[in-house]
């Protein structure tokens, strides 16, 4: 958008924890230059044993900032703050604020944001179609998909988005666990009732992604209009909100009459 973007964003915390001292400088090296010890280790010199121990000890603090959601913020918002004050030939601080983050509990809060953020164009009135939605992952997808033989595959999706890699089941593939073909419907219709802007516009038949998640079309609709407002950092059904407040140790469970009136 012109003033803001909306990240979903997936953080592998055991994929992280598994990485290798080698894997870890490779992706460190790809946003900065890391320190003369990685830069020595990567070009295959040979470090003394107090130099590893210290180079390990380095590697654990990147590992942590690999998979932490606050440092990949703080790099991403620097990046464009430092390009758009180029741009406007000017200094100083260039975002309003901190990032504002909601934590998704269950797979109808993760739809619901996936499409929330999606639609942001077309609520905003700068797109009248997701595929003419510009820098939203639904356009991407979309383009992706009118050119891959298998459009569902998760190997044919954009390698540059975490590929929906169909229903919950057996040996299911790391991936956001809905059909590419029933999100792309998904959004194309809540589009085409936004556009509407009134409440009689809500098709009677649902698509069947609501339907297997036991949404109705109105809260599905408030969902893909408000979903930032109601909710107070953690989103998703009571069961799984009471499962994350007792794990964070909260006393109370803030945003229960949200998750209550708005997820079964």
Known sequence: MSNHYHLVLHVNAEQAGEWARDEIIRRLHQLFSGNLLSQ????????????LTQLDKDIQIWRQRLMDISWFMRVLNESIARQANTEDNCTGRFWEGRFKSQ?????????????????????????????????????TRIEK??????????????????PLVGYPRKEIPEGIPFRLDDYIELVDWTGRVLREDKRGAIPDTLPPILERLHLEGEQWLYLSIHFESPFKGLVGSVYKLKQACQSLGYIRTPGRRACEQLFP
Do not use: W
């Open 103 to 139: 934590a998704l509990l269950d797979d109808a809060a993760i739809l619901a944001c996936m499409a929330y953020v999606d639609l942001n164009p077309i609520r905003a009135k700068l797109a009248k179609t997701p595929e003419r939605s510009d820098y939203t992952s639904i356009k």
């Open 145 to 162: 998909a009118k050119q891959a033989s298998i459009p569902a595959h998760p190997k044919q999706q954009p390698a540059t988005l975490f």
């Open 40 to 51: 020595r280790y990567e070009r295959g010199e040979i470090l003394s044993k107090v130099e």
